[in-house]
């Protein structure tokens, strides 16, 4: 163990905690490992006149470099709740010889915009390492929240718990059909407004949620739109680890009527297709005893599949294919002239050259062919002396050059060929790339174009997905 300098910050549970585990690590053990974090918070304040909050929480991780926060994840807004269990976790991956500091922040959420809360008022913060949680008493952390504008103020108290992803499930994802039948009537002047919440044990005995539908309003038949799922957060300890479905009557004041429950598991819906689950409350089932049947039931259609990583697709031999452009404008200078971004200096790159060099090389393994298109745009040809917005930058018919050293070399000798002019279009090179990546067979060849260039573009209604680099002086940066 040679980190003892990282474990300077450390609380004295966690120190303690720490010492137990190292004790207890075998040699070449890993020290990392997928963690989710479901978070609940209790007695929030109410901030809204007329009705509860409506949390949210941000979550944060200090970088190490930069010293800035950095957004990792966060949970969904529930509507006039001062007690939220959120459904959603936030994933993040558990460094054991690294002091990860991270901070929550819990919102009241005026306004959304998709998942992003655009008007807000806070209600509190709270920070804390992840070595803080994971090194708790069952992982799990609680702590009172505090905000600086407000240091007397009563804000509530969050709790995160930590739990470990199985392995050997990672990409593996559900997707869920869910529909009620039948479901018991609980609202005076309605039928019901059905949700369900998908829960899993957690490290205290508990359970926590990890997985919610929407509110159907006023129907005993509701049909849930799909879910989706990774199954290592439905199952984290195994496919045979209890997964509780839970089913409650929305009341947009108050708590939410409990309809019923049923239990699954992952090797339960592995097991077939389609099935139907009984939802029973107990208290009415021990109030009605023979006479009770069921509170409902749920027909679920379950379909499994692989979410394929990049490796995945490597390894089944799909290559990559790098296609590159540059920008021959006015704006990069004269080339003769040291201040240009163009100049050739024989004893180093230039920036062109860096940038070129920098991506191509991390692609360049994964193309078999080792031949990479290359174009050049923005130049005055002198075979034609007109503006070209897409020629070969080898002035051949093939615009393929042999490895990234055949790229540079024919950038370097374009020069003889060409005056740079204006403006700057790109969406010829586009074309090119688009129809050379339709050639391909489906699955072969992943298309990569990368445009490097000096500064904005002035094509202005394009949809296309590609990479460029913008270069400056002694630097090149990446946008898209």
Known sequence: WNQQQTLVGRSPTELNSIGKRIMAIPQQAELSMQLDLSISCSQLITLDVLSKSDPMVLVH??????????????????KDDCYPKFAVPVTIKYFFEEVQNLRFTVIDVDKMSGNNATDWDLIGKMKCSLGDIVG?????????????????????????????????????????NVRGRGLDKKDLFGKSDPY?????????????????????????DPVWNPLNC?????????????????????DAHGSHDFIGFASTSISQLRSKPKHVFELI??????????????????EIDYLEQKNNTFLDYILGGMEISLSIAIDFTGSNGNPTNPSSL???????????????????????????????AAYGFGAQLNSTKETSHHFN????????????????????DSFFNLTLSGPTYFSEVLNSANAMAASYPRGTKYQILLIVCKFAFSDSNLSYSFLFLSIYRDRFSKDN
Request: hydrophobic share 30%; net charge positive.
């Open 61 to 78: 991780i200090r970088d190490l470099a930069t010293k800035k926060w950095v957004e990792v994840g966060k949970t969904e807004k529930i």
């Open 136 to 176: 708790s008493t069952n992982s799990s952390y609680t702590k009172v929240l505090e905000n600086k504008k407000h240091p007397h103020r009563q804000n509530g108290t969050i709790t995160v718990k930590a739990m470990e992803l199985a392995k050997g499930l990672e990409g593996w994802e559900v997707k869920l």
């Open 196 to 220: 369900l919440v998908f829960e899993r044990p957690d490290n205290s005995g508990g359970y926590a949620p990890v997985l919610k539908t929407e509110v159907i309003k006023n129907t005993l």
């Open 230 to 250: 990774p199954i290592a957060r439905l199952a984290p300890s195994s496919v045979d680890s209890e997964i509780r479905m839970m089913c409650y009557d929305w």
């Open 281 to 298: 409350n107990p208290k009415k089932k021990e109030k009605k005893g023979s006479k009770y049947t069921n509170s409902g039931t749920l």
């Open 342 to 372: 163009h100049f050739h200096d024989p004893n180093q790159l230039n920036e062109y050259g860096k940038a070129i060099r920098s991506v191509g090389d991390v692609c360049a393994p994964y193309d078999r062919s080792g031949m990479f």
């Open 393 to 412: 930058l080898n002035f051949t018919p093939d615009p393929l050059c042999r490895g990234i050293d055949g790229v540079l070399l024919a950038y370097r």
